[in-house]
């Protein structure tokens, strides 16, 4: 048999010690392949979804602009009826106050009347007729005012709504 010498188990130590190392390094090697294969997995389920959220998020902004179009013409709608009852409204409120300014006017040439009479049978008019006479001249004078403020503001609505109507074509 071979002696084994100190300068034998030198080398065998150093051969087991380069063995050992080539064994690591192939296990470390086999390890990094398996983390990059996990990392690769991963960043391709992540790349997958993050695909999957940009479809979403598509599909969401479509259905969001849909509603909002389906809204805005709704709302368009619902403004139309409500001029239109704003305008029934304000017409019926300004033939009201037509009506009673006209009424009232002939209220006051009626007590016009009285007081001429009056003057010429050589009466007196009191206080209360004087001041319901004043009332009635100041009511006409209220009542065009509301009458005038009404057309300037029907102007004003009509104006608007052909700007609108312009900017729509």
Wanted: glycine share 2%; no cysteine.
């Amino acid at each position: 048999m071979t002696e084994i010498t100190p300068t034998l188990l030198t080398i065998i130590a150093g051969l087991l010690l380069i063995a050992q190392t080539l064994v690591q390094s192939w296990i470390s090697a086999r390890k990094e392949k398996r983390d990059y294969a996990r990392q690769d997995e991963v960043a391709a389920r992540v790349a997958h979804l993050h695909q999957e959220n940009i479809k979403k998020s598509d599909e969401i902004a479509a259905l969001a602009k849909s509603a909002d179009e389906r809204i805005r013409k709704h709302l368009k709608v619902i403004d139309k009826q409500g001029k239109q009852i704003h305008i029934l409204v304000n017409s019926d409120m300004t033939a009201a106050r037509t009506s009673e300014r006209d009424q009232v006017q002939s209220t006051l040439v009626a007590l016009k009347r009285v007081q001429v009479l009056n003057r010429k049978l050589k009466i007196v008019d009191t206080p209360e007729e004087l001041e319901t006479l004043e009332s009635t001249k100041n009511r006409i004078i209220e009542l065009n005012a509301i009458l005038s403020d009404r057309e300037a503001a029907f102007r004003l609505l009509t104006k608007q709504e052909e700007e609108e109507k312009q900017n729509e074509e």
